[in-house]
């Protein structure tokens, strides 16, 4: 049996045309539809006249398509899509180095580094891409830095050697040749269709969200959570400094808030670097921030019929579950967070920043003032005096010992390693508990299925809903494997009333 044949039927060739002639976009990024009459590959919900059945195959990723030979849409664009669902909920080892292929490893790492991350020898995870994705992660990558490049030739007025950096190409001609095969186009041609640009400084991109998209509701949580010097919010946005592969950056996003379902929804990210090559880096961890890929439908579909958390739902359609852009950052933040209030966690994370945090670049006029450092790394906050630091002398040990298994390699939080592992190795170091270990899960590993039945919000919400706390695990039982989601939900029933800057009205 060819890989083709396999792909489509774990695909349900008859399932997804029915999605194909629905124009269903809540399909868009978890198959693609390539025409054998047209050569070309679409998203699902492509406008264009439905092929018919016989001249259709279907393959599970975008460089699928593309090594069976086939070039993108040009109408619509399929590789410009959310990515699948499907990588977070599973989290197989294929969803895994998908996460880390978009970051851009196998451009810094090589192939030999994507697997050594995934936990697997190169031999044996090229078998499982393969066999999972259509392709290898050579092909994977090739495909990431097309779509890379595209978006860059179309919305910025970046030089083509510029971009063939940024995009993560190793030379102009690479560059040059995948932009032709891949979109059948020249750079010139590609940048001649779009309206026109202007340059500011900064790279600014459109990053779509799959709807309902609660916004607002994410970016409130993310502002009373902010972290002077390291983060800002205002008026429907949200910027931070970022710490990436080879240099430091900003990103200002428009958050918006989308109710309506099945649409694809944008959300504006203007980023400042210091190496362009870290532009791949930089969307990616941004989308974890946003859960962009998250399928809201899906979410909403297993709840409807819930008591607690089916009218939560229908009141915060599209609530997502805020990651981050940085997993050793946020795992230092769950430290600081245990047992305190969240103002008290931020004024020690404030006063650790001061202290201890990489300066930036004044950021181009485009960005928000207040970004002036970037949280401290992992390696520098091992190398303190437990003792010193602003908080109880166990939890400061705790910090360290973290930081330094971080430091050390001795854990990832990279979203490469299984994640049951990365939970045990968390709860292995003294006074990180389960508390600690899953709040990581949820906001750094992207994990959908985490609940935190000890968290005294959750604990409070609950109460509010009339429902017993001490029945939190038993009641999360039914909300599998959309758990993280819930939790997110409950929270959301405690949030305040608060204007995008944190400060409550």
């Known amino acids: 049996m060819s890989t083709s044949t396999r792909h489509e039927e774990r695909l349900d060739r008859e399932s997804c045309y029915r999605a194909v002639k629905s124009r269903d976009r809540r399909f868009d990024g978890v ?15 492509c406008p264009a006249r439905t092929p018919a059945f016989q001249n259709v195959t279907f393959h599970p ?17 399929p590789d410009a899509t959310p990515g699948s669902p499907d990588w977070d909920v599973a989290a197989t080892a294929a969803g895994r180095a998908m996460r880390l292929i978009a970051d851009g490893v196998v451009d810094r790492e090589g192939v030999e580094g994507l697997a050594r991350h995934v936990g697997y020898t190169p031999r044996h995870l090229t078998r499982i891409l393969g066999a999972e994705l259509g392709a290898g992660p050579l092909a994977l990558a090739r495909a990431r830095r097309a779509q890379t490049a595209r978006v860059l030739i ?31 186009s020249t750079p010139t041609d590609l940048r001649g269709r779009r309206g026109g640009g202007v340059t500011t400084g900064t790279v600014t991109m ?20 902010a972290i002077p010097g ?33 649409e694809t929804a944008f959300v504006t990210a203007a980023f400042a670097l210091e190496d362009l090559r870290d532009t791949a880096a930089a969307v990616e961890r941004v989308r974890r921030l946003l859960d962009a890929d998250c399928d809201p439908v899906a979410v909403a579909d297993a709840f409807a019929g819930d008591p607690v958390i089916g009218p939560l739902v229908r009141r915060h359609p599209g609530l997502r579950v805020p990651g981050h ?9 769950a430290v600081l967070g245990q047992q305190v209030s969240v103002a008290g966690a931020r004024t020690v994370a404030a006063r650790l920043t001061a202290a201890h945090g990489r300066p930036v670049a004044p950021p181009p006029d485009s960005m928000p003032e207040g970004l002036t450092h970037t949280f401290p790394d992992v390696a520098t906050l091992a190398g303190l005096d437990p003792e010193e630091l602003p908080m109880p002398r166990a939890r400061g040990r705790a910090l360290v010992a973290l930081c330094a298994a971080l430091a050390d390699g001795d854990l990832a939080l990279d979203r490469g390693p299984d994640r049951d592992d990365v939970r045990r190795a968390l709860l292995e170091i003294p006074g990180i508990g389960p508390w600690t270990a899953d709040y990581i899960a949820l906001r750094a590993l992207g994990h959908p299925d985490v609940f935190l039945p000890t968290d005294i919000g959750i604990r409070d919400a609950l109460r509010g809903l009339g429902q017993d706390p001490a029945r939190a695990s038993a009641l999360a039982e039914g909300w599998a494997p959309w758990r ?22």
């Open 325 to 333: 852009v940085d997993g050793n950052e946020i795992a230092v933040r």
């Open 154 to 184: 179309e919305t910025t007025e970046l030089g083509y050697a510029d971009i063939a950096f940024a995009a993560g190409f190793s030379s102009v001609r690479q560059f040059n040749d995948t932009i032709r095969e891949v979109y059948a």
């Open 206 to 225: 459109r990053l779509a969200v799959r709807t309902p998209y609660a916004g607002r509701a994410l970016l409130g949580f993310l502002a009373l959570r």
């Open 484 to 505: 993280s989601y819930a939790q997110v939900h409950l929270w959301q029933t405690l949030a305040p009333t608060t204007t995008a800057t944190g400060k409550e009205n």
């Open 61 to 77: 990723s975008a460089a699928a398509a593309q090594a069976a030979g086939y070039r993108a849409c040009k109408r619509c664009l």
């Open 31 to 45: 198959f693609y539809t390539a025409v054998r009459t047209t050569g070309i590959y679409c998203r699902p919900s």
């Open 230 to 262: 390291v983060e800002v919010a205002g008026g429907g946005w949200y910027a931070r400094t970022l710490a990436l592969p080879h240099g430091t950056g900003t990103v200002r996003l428009e958050i918006p808030d989308v109710t309506e379902p099945g």
